[in-house]
């Protein structure tokens, strides 16, 4: 197996085929490293260990998971699963999800999923603490190509969401409610993100259910 001798930049964009960012994501070195790949550039990304970042993961996790049972969706989320479409990129979210008559469509077994056999999720997010910038920018652009429904970045400082709804050409728009979670607003997640801050995930889930279950 190839290995990275040389130690390369965290946390930024350099310039590297598609063998040399393999041989990278495969090095034991950056096993704990969220790897990103676009248009000739790969991103080694080291992974967030502060509280908030974390707590704020979980939050979505089971705001998410919360309205789905509430109103019957069928969902499968995934945490921090790795897509790679070969040759061209690769990215690893935070939570990724595949919803309603596509939840069947989740990818299985034990490594990485291939977009080659596999559509691209309906719902990407990233849990941003200091990685806003890149989020909202070159990630963003990864995720517009790949053509996912909808992105989602968790600002874990302002305890704010940046909801984008995709659209055909490549762009995206700001988005105040959810399309593939209709009636889901951003700004009653947001609320939940603001109470973890003082209440514990069984008081923030039963708030949540509370809200869901109102006609």
Known sequence: MSTVTTQLPTDIWVAATWEEFIAMADDPAYSQAKCYYRNGQMRIETMSVGPDHARDN??????????C?????PLNSLDNCSYRKTGVREFQPDVSYYIGNRAKLAPQGTSI???DVTPPPDLVIEVADSTLADDIGEKRLLYEELKVAEYWVIDVKKIE????????DNGSRRLVQSEVLPGLTIALLEEALRRSRTQDQAQVGNWLLTQFQQP
């Open 58 to 67: 979980g939050s979505i996790f089971l705001g998410v998971s919360l309205f």
């Open 161 to 168: 969401i940046l909801a984008f709804a995709i659209i055909a």
């Open 113 to 115: 999923a291939s977009l």
């Open 69 to 73: 049972i509430a109103k019957a969706i």
